[in-house]
Nanobody, 125 residues
Framework: QVQVVESGGGLVQAGGSLRLSCAASGRTFSNYAMGWFRRAPGKEREFLAVINWSNGKTFYKNSVKGRFIISRDNAKNTVYLQMNNLKPEDTAVYYC??????????????????WGQGTQVTVSS
């Protein structure tokens, strides 16, 4: 099973940027879906983006498309989430998740079996 560890969270002003990292280990990642989710206080876990490790195909939640960019570095076994033009409503704990393809619904967190501990992102106004 794949293990994932997030990093890169922090405090940023509105309009700023952050890049989150998800370091993966444990086995070959071929044909894994690597997703980013977040959970804001008092809210449900929310899907943001996913990338297929093998072919690099991506899929985004509509509301973050154009602001958030998911990418991977195969040599470093790391997936990134570049977040631009951050808003106070982006404040949340951000999680990386992994699951062997195929998934029937990338936005369904229950389809992912490997999760990191999360990294806090706080956007001040």
């Amino acid at each position: 099973q794949v293990q994932v560890v997030e990093s890169g969270g922090g405090l940023v002003q509105a309009g700023g940027s952050l890049r989150l990292s998800c370091a993966a280990s444990g086995r070959t990642f071929s044909n894994y879906a690597m997703g980013w989710f977040r959970r804001a206080p008092g809210k449900e876990r929310e899907f943001l983006a996913v990338i297929n490790w093998s072919n690099g195909k991506t899929f985004y939640k509509n509301s973050v498309k154009g602001r958030f960019i998911i990418s991977r570095d195969n040599a470093k076994n790391t997936v990134y989430l570049q977040m631009n033009n951050l808003k106070p409503e982006d404040t949340a704990v951000y999680y990386c998740a992994a699951e062997l393809e195929p998934l029937s619904d990338y936005s369904d967190h229950e389809q992912y079996s490997s999760w990191g501990q999360g990294t806090q992102v706080t956007v001040s106004s």
